[in-house]
């Protein structure tokens, strides 16, 4: 048997190391459903890859369940032609009709055309909330981080550190403040929906599509637990004025859709919200 020197050895358990510390963040912390596969990127860290094609979608979901957090992940979608894609990260209560959920949406589009980010908010099964962003960058060509802080005032979204959009609470209007919620992180077939409202769906001559995910962490207080040390950093976040200016410029350079300008959606008047924020 051939002898290894002591510096190989500790270079091979360096890398079992950083191997089983990648990957406590997918396996520890998410079930996954559909072809998830898994490897490393050149800094050692672990990306989690979802599979779109015929036969099924993919995605992850978070065996605990958090009332209040900040949660951040930073994605790779797939490159080309991704028309009729949807790749997503968001917390949800569940599928009934009284559900809460928060949401980052990537709707795919035919090739050189932009991303659409899809945030959106539902409260007690109240939705229709959305405010829809081209995104500036092609989130294909290399990773962005995403981020979503959920908190008793406001939930903030953020890409690369730059908040983009807050939705405030107020007293007399549903708000997900009560129902606990899992993350979840997907990639399917929303032809139907995602790309100029249905009209161009997805070429399966191109899949399998994947979208790659690393870089996940969370900072939230756990579903019948307590909340971590140093949660008062997201808990009591509310942008400042340099983060309102930031989300004045996405809206005035790259909004594609706000439901507050929305009229014909609602007939019976705006939600109470648009005329207070």
């Not at 050895?9 to 996954?32: I, P, Q």
């Not at 995104?135 to 005032?153: C, G, R, V």
């Amino acid at each position: 048997m051939a002898r290894r020197s002591p510096a190989v050895l500790a270079s091979l358990a360096l890398l079992a190391a950083v191997a089983s510390s990648a990957d406590s963040w997918l396996y520890e912390k998410f079930n996954t459903d559909g072809t998830v596969r898994t490897d490393y990127d050149a800094s050692g860290q672990q990306v989690a890859m979802l599979n779109l094609d015929r036969s099924s979608g993919a995605g992850f979901n978070s065996k605990e369940q958090y009332l209040y957090g900040e949660f951040s992940i930073a994605m790779k979608l797939m490159p080309g032609n991704s028309a009729g894609t949807v790749s997503c990260f968001y917390l949800s209560s569940g599928d009934g009709d009284g559900h809460d959920e928060i949401d980052m949406e990537f709707m795919g589009n035919s090739s050189g055309q932009p991303v659409v980010l899809n945030t959106n908010v539902w409260a007690n099964g109240d939705g229709k909330k959305e405010h829809q962003f081209d995104l500036w960058f092609d989130p294909s060509a290399a990773y962005h981080t995403y981020t979503i802080i959920w908190n008793p005032e406001n939930i903030i979204f953020k890409v690369d550190g730059n908040v983009i959009r807050c939705f405030k609470r107020y007293s007399d209007l549903p708000y997900p403040s009560s129902k606990p919620m899992t993350l979840h992180a997907t990639l399917w077939d929303g032809s139907y929906w995602a790309t100029e409202k249905g009209k161009v769906p997805i070429d399966w001559s191109s899949a399998p599509f994947v979208v790659s995910y690393r870089s996940y962490s969370a900072n939230a207080c756990v579903s019948g637990g307590s909340c971590p040390a140093g949660s008062g950093s997201w808990m009591n976040k509310q942008p400042d004025d340099a983060e309102w200016g930031t989300v004045k410029w996405a809206e005035s350079n790259y909004m594609r859709y706000n439901y507050c300008d929305d009229g014909w959606r609602f007939p019976r008047g705006l939600p109470a919200e648009c005329s207070r924020s």
